[in-house]
């Protein structure tokens, strides 16, 4: 086992989101076969903290967020999704549901930064993420992009959204060309994974259900 974990604290979304990102999903995989299903190894969810942390101080981890989830009632929250976005990425696109930020949202970011912060380490490597032998690598920019989601995708900066999939970028164009359809949706549970490649959450590794 790595002396270093990659870490996602995410939101679990409710079913109004799940049913948009399913059908998002099965779109993207209509025009790129190759790219991969929303599975039990790729959860739809909105990340609010990704991390480099300590191994052997996860529990002390968990610790840290369950206390932040005692002051915050997520489950009362009404998100909006409203557009799509994506990532370029050799031709492809790494496709999302973007959601406007909140009030609520960043002070619970804020708080999750500062809980998880003294067992956190400024970088790893791809030993701290999880493969299998299908899928062994991890690509070089989510490396990076994870060593450096505080500040750069927080607080100002954050953009919460939901992952969707992959897909031809001129295929992703014309997506994001067409009307999207606002729609509300509520976090339905909390959880910490081990990110994989493409910064998938595919190892949970502690979780909690929310109540309202």
Not at 18 to 38: D, I, S, T
Not at 135 to 144: D, G, M, S, T
Not at 149 to 157: A, E, L, R
Request: contains cysteine; aromatic residues 12%; glycine residues 6%.
């Amino acid at each position: 086992m790595s002396e270093t974990t990659a870490i996602d604290v995410l939101f679990e979304p409710d079913v109004a989101m799940l049913q948009h990102a399913q059908a998002a999903n099965a779109r993207l995989l209509r025009a790129f076969p190759k790219g991969y299903a929303l599975d039990a190894a790729h959860q739809p969810h909105i990340s609010c903290l990704q991390r480099y942390v300590k191994t052997d101080k996860l529990e002390d981890v968990f610790a840290g967020v369950s206390k932040v989830l005692m002051a915050e009632r997520p489950a009362t929250w009404k998100l909006t999704a409203f557009k799509y976005y994506y990532i370029p990425w050799e031709g492809l696109g790494l496709a999302g549901i973007v959601i406007r930020p909140t009030s609520d949202l960043l002070a619970y970011q804020q708080k999750l930064i500062d809980a998880v912060a003294p067992f956190t380490v400024p970088s790893g490597t791809a030993a701290a993420y999880f493969t299998t032998p299908e899928n062994p690598e991890i690509v070089e920019p989510l490396i990076e992009y994870v060593a450096g989601f505080v500040p750069n995708q927080t607080g100002k900066n954050f953009s919460p959204h939901v992952t969707i999939g992959l897909a031809p970028e001129d295929y992703l164009k014309g997506m994001l060309a067409q009307p999207f359809d606002d729609f509300e949706f509520s976090p339905a549970a909390v959880s910490v994974y081990q990110l994989g490649n493409y910064g998938v959450a595919a190892k949970k590794l502690k979780g909690w259900t929310l109540d309202d």
